[in-house]
């Protein structure tokens, strides 16, 4: 095949006069003549002009949307409005027929608005639409520049496993892993299933974290992260959940509860700015998008600032750092809690916080990210460090408009004596862990981390509203397609 150049650089840069060769779908194909193609490398389109007089009228039966075409000509500086430049054809190859072949209007994608629950149906055809293709794009931005991020710290990434003979973690919400044939599995003296026989010689599930793993090269590199698929079996059917999704874990040796606050948040702002530096097109497009769709809502559900703006804002603001007992102050005595408007009404000190009290937070209290900290110690995990008072840990929340909670963490209980009396407290076995508790045994020091919903932050940039939207193919309950 000729070299092919791509739509992105052809717009970005000088080829005018020069003779080249794209590939790509066929967007649109207006009065036989004007074809709008798309490769996926941009959100643009390239025009292409065709000499309809002098091109084979079957070839040219045979574009049409959806369509992938090869097609070489000059690059010449468009007469039209709408772009800068465009390709006068001299030579077409239709490499895939589309509704030539199936019938006019079988391709399910039609140059009109189609709504996110259709394109959801059409998961394994939704990247070529804009709205996907923005996302998408966006999506592998964020993830290089997490890695950007800590490699130029000096982080070292480290791959945990996928599954895991550990169930420390929310034991109920795993997926088990088992070779057995599931209607004849070997039964124990107990009657129950006996593991002992299965692949791993024990009972085995997919994670829900990488972190306790984290932890153990932590305490070997200093600075670590992993960043990796993660599975909950929870039943969650809002917006903000999938049984399947990424999770960028950093742990750090040496550092407290205040370090990880800031790695966090400024790991967040160097993500957001890349985003703003190098996603404009598509920043653009899902902003219009946003502004296109609230204007069916009432005013007070539109959200108060454009896209491109809320991300400045989030990269210029200092997050509020909040203990957990302010915050519920707070919640207990505001408006929509006394006016019963929660779902959940904030009773008394202890209470878990639900999204509804943590988007109240940031959106109408202090209207910018928070982070919550020392929270009690029975709604958290094991592994968080117990604070001086004896009722609250180390932890950490990073609260964010339009999600709620983005960012889990927590400075890890480093001392061996005060971890097992929680385990115990808390009925984890410590045969179980004993390789975990072996960092606190052998050369154990403060150390902190955090989980970043990988999700949770390309639907922040992205604007959506559905997290099912911002992953390919979405895994949650009812539905593993594709
Ligand atoms: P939530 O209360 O929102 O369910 P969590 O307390 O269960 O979150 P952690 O176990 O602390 O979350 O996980 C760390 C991060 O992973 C969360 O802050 C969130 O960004 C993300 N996360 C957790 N569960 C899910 C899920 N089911 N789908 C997508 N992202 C998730
Ligand atoms: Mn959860």
Redesign the pocket.
């Known amino acids: 095949m000729a070299k092919r150049t791509k739509v992105v650089k052809i717009i970005a840069d000088d080829y005018i006069g020069q003779e080249l060769t794209v590939a790509g779908w066929v967007r649109s194909f207006r009065q036989n003549r004007f074809i709008a193609l798309n490769d996926g490398s941009t959100i643009k389109t390239l025009q292409i002009v065709i000499d309809f007089e002098n091109e084979d009228p079957e070839v040219i039966k045979l574009i049409t949307v959806g369509a992938a075409v090869k097609i070489s000509g000059k690059i010449v500086a468009s007469q039209g409005r709408g772009q800068t430049v465009e390709l006068i054809a001299s030579e077409i190859k239709v490499l895939g027929v589309s509704d030539a072949e199936q019938g006019p209007g079988q391709y399910p994608l039609q140059p009109k608005k189609h709504s996110l629950e259709y394109l959801r149906e059409i998961a394994h055809l939704r990247f070529r639409t804009n709205t996907f293709g923005a996302i998408f794009r966006i999506r592998h931005h964020v993830a290089f520049a997490i890695h950007e991020f800590f490699h130029n710290k000096g982080f070292l990434y480290m791959h945990s496993p996928i599954i895991t003979g550990s169930d420390a973690e929310g034991a109920g919400e795993m997926f088990k892993v088992t070779n057995f044939d599931i209607d004849d599995t070997p039964k124990g003296e107990d009657g129950k299933t006996d593991f002992s026989q299965d692949f791993f010689g024990k009972a085995t599930n997919l994670t829900v974290?990488g972190q306790l793993e984290a932890e153990l090269a932590a305490l070997a590199f200093s600075e670590v992260y992993t960043f990796g698929p993660t599975f909950?079996a929870?039943n969650?059917h809002t917006s903000?959940?999938?049984a399947e999704?990424w999770?960028i874990e950093p742990e750090v040796a040496f550092a407290d509860l205040n370090d990880n606050m800031d790695l966090a948040e400024e790991m967040l702002k160097y993500v957001i700015k890349s985003v703003l530096d190098r996603c404009g097109d598509d920043l653009d497009f899902l902003e219009n998008r946003l502004i296109d769709e609230e204007k069916v809502k009432p005013t007070n559900e539109r959200s108060p600032m454009p896209l491109k703006e809320k991300l400045q804002f989030c990269v210029d603001t200092d997050f509020e750092r909040v203990t957990y007992t302010r915050a519920i102050d707070i919640l207990k005595n505001c408006k929509p809690n006394k006016k019963g408007k929660f779902q959940f009404k904030i009773e008394e000190w202890g209470a878990d916080l639900q999204?509804e009290h943590e988007r109240f937070l940031v959106e109408k209290h202090f209207k910018k990210p928070v982070i919550l900290t020392d929270y009690p110690k029975d709604i958290k995990a094991f592994y968080m460090r117990m604070n001086e008072d004896g009722n609250t840990v180390g932890a950490m929340?990073i609260l964010f408009p339009g999600i709620?909670?983005?960012?889990?963490g927590s400075q890890r209980e480093e001392r061996l004596d005060v971890l097992l009396a929680r385990m115990k407290e808390m009925d984890i076995h410590e045969d179980e862990m004993s390789w975990f508790l072996d960092t606190r045994r052998f050369g154990t020091c403060p150390h902190a981390g955090f989980?970043?919903?990988f999700?949770?932050l390309i639907l922040f940039v992205t604007g959506m509203a559905n997290?099912r939207d911002v992953i390919p193919f979405p895994r949650f309950p009812g539905s593993a397609e594709f």
């Not at 709620?404 to 889990?408: D, L, S």
Request: proline content about 0%.
């Open positions: 974290s909950r929870e969650s903000r959940h999938l999704f999770m999204s929340d709620g909670e983005i960012v889990g989980g970043l919903g999700e949770r997290i």
